[in-house]
């Protein structure tokens, strides 16, 4: 069999699984694509060899794709989001002063808590806090801006947000210079098990199921090339179902730590597979249910819904109309590819390519193309409801 | 040659940053500052307010860099270049050097382009260096490694060093495989023997 070789850009992320899986479980060379994983230094540096034409596919922060079909940060071509690849996964840490300090104040560190932890937060620090994420353009950082803006005590002057490249986050948080970090896995184990920092909420406590990384590609090259995008989503459908079965964890860890893709040891790897977080270092391990999730619950589905709520938080940041940003960020995540690609081999899909975000406090059964699929929980931790307000799937 | 341009260059690696600065000097502009990672780059960038930061492509402080071109309140917002392909010579040659460029919006091309063709000369010269030095030094260890593979033969066989090396290139012909591959297996098979 002829094979086509096919270059997907990644940063060395545990959320870069299902790209990896795909290569080495053979998932990819099934399809006839001879994938090739091409290791990137930063999104920024992702971003323009995707612009360049250096690679075809790219792992994604779900915000960046809508950022860039905006033209944000340059004139860029349309980038579309062919599909999600992962739900959450980050983690939110303090630095071990604060954490100090917030503890002293009486918080004590459930980990789901995230009203308690921002009161804790701003009752004890005077200085604007100085929070590191790693990219202007990331879910880690509408997470937490959605989340400290709901403290009554929020003022946008008590924040500094700020850009650190997530293997120098806990370096960034031990120096002194972070008070507080989002970053993704492993760096948030790391920050913990060996620069003194705390991890005090998951990302999903704040949102349920926040859409962490995408699969891009370019709008024009997507349109050009719609077998080798077929054959893409398919592949990495495969990975990311296989990522998603409960006994292929060992397996999982014991293949990514050898990757040399991710280059990491397997005690980085396992917290974020099994969701059993050490929340600072000597702590015992704290359970999190859907820490991070590859496949469960229509997890790969690109929701128009998701890509809305994105573009409020970006029209909002920049001045943008909101109908305006909307619009191109519905067109930017393609549930419409999703389901061309995906339902020839018999994936279930959802009656709707939008639902209200926000509505299922726990797994719903909704209506989907084969009678019925399970989709949530997906709320927000201030119970909030995303409603676009036009034909959507509500959970029954 | 018409200056005035505040040049800001990231670049850890100290050596390397001073031959930039020393390439920007010779050709005329003098307000050239150098930091060496993210936690000095948002204060300098407040404080300086460049024209144009000039940062390794690889260099994974550039997100921070890029963060701060849209989040600073400064009047100037330096944003990326080269991505826009509004010179496609000029962003070939940056890419193969390995040069990113964030330029303030709105100054002239013909004011910018200068600055970054030398950069992109001295960054080329930089690439070709490391690159020559890596060599080098993999073709110095693979010597090593052939050598200590040699021996091992020679020793354990009672051959000489041509028979070694040769029966070392049969095997690696063979098995379609490289000499220093082979040596290499030789070796560590030893190593974990003794």
Known sequence: MTTTPIACGYLPLIDSAPLIIAQELKFAAEEGLDLHLV??????????????????????????????????????????????????????????????????????????????????????????????VPFPFSMHRMLLEYWLAQDPAFQPDRVDIITIAPPKMAEAVRSGMLDMFCVGEPWGSVAAQQNGAVLALPGASIWKFAPEKVLGARHDWVTQNPELCHAMMRVVYKAAKWLGQPDNMPLAVEILARSQHLDLPDHAIDPALSGNIQTSAGAALTKTRRFLTFHDSAANFP?????????????????????????????????????????????????????????????????????????????????????????????? | MQTELKILVVEPEPAKAREIIDALMDGGWSDVTVIGSAEALVTTLKKQDPDIVLIDLANPDRDTLEHLSFVSNAKSRPVAMFVDHTDEAMTQAAIS???????????????????????????????????????????????KTIDRAKGLLMQARKISEDEAYNLLRKTAMGQGRKVIEVATALVTAADLLQ
């Open chain 1, 39 to 132: 290791k990137q230094p930063s999104w920024s540096a992702l971003r323009d060899r995707l612009v360049f034409g250096h690679i075809d596919f790219a792992h994604m922060l779900s915000p960046m794709p809508i950022a860039m079909s905006l033209g944000l940060g340059g004139a860029f071509p349309k980038i579309d989001a062919l599909m999600v690849l992962s739900v959450n996964g980050t983690v939110i840490g303090t630095s071990t002063d604060l954490a100090a300090r917030m503890g002293q104040a009486g918080w004590v560190n459930s980990f789901d808590n995230p009203q308690e932890t921002s009161a804790a937060v701003f009752a004890t620090s005077s200085k604007p806090l100085r929070i590191g």
């Open chain 1, 303 to 396: 929701w128009r819904s998701q890509a809305c709520w994105i573009a409020d938080r970006i029209a909002a940041w920049h001045g943008l109309d909101q109908a305006y940003a909307r619009a191109k960020a519905r067109a930017s995540f393609r549930s419409d590819l999703y389901r061309r690609a995906l339902a020839p081999i018999g994936v279930d899909m959802p009656g709707a390519s939008e639902k209200v975000e926000g509505s299922m406090t726990h797994q719903t059964a909704v209506a989907s193309t084969k009678g019925e699929m399970i989709l949530g929980p997906d709320t927000f931790f201030d119970g909030a409801l995303f409603d676009i307000g036009s034909e959507k799937l509500v959970g029954n």
């Open chain 2, 97 to 143: 050097a390995g040069l990113s460029a964030y330029v303030v919006n709105g100054l002239q091309m013909d004011r910018i382009k200068p600055v970054l063709e030398t950069a992109i000369a001295r960054f080329r010269m930089f690439e070709k260096m490391q690159s020559e030095l890596d060599a080098a030094k993999r073709a110095l260890s693979d010597r």
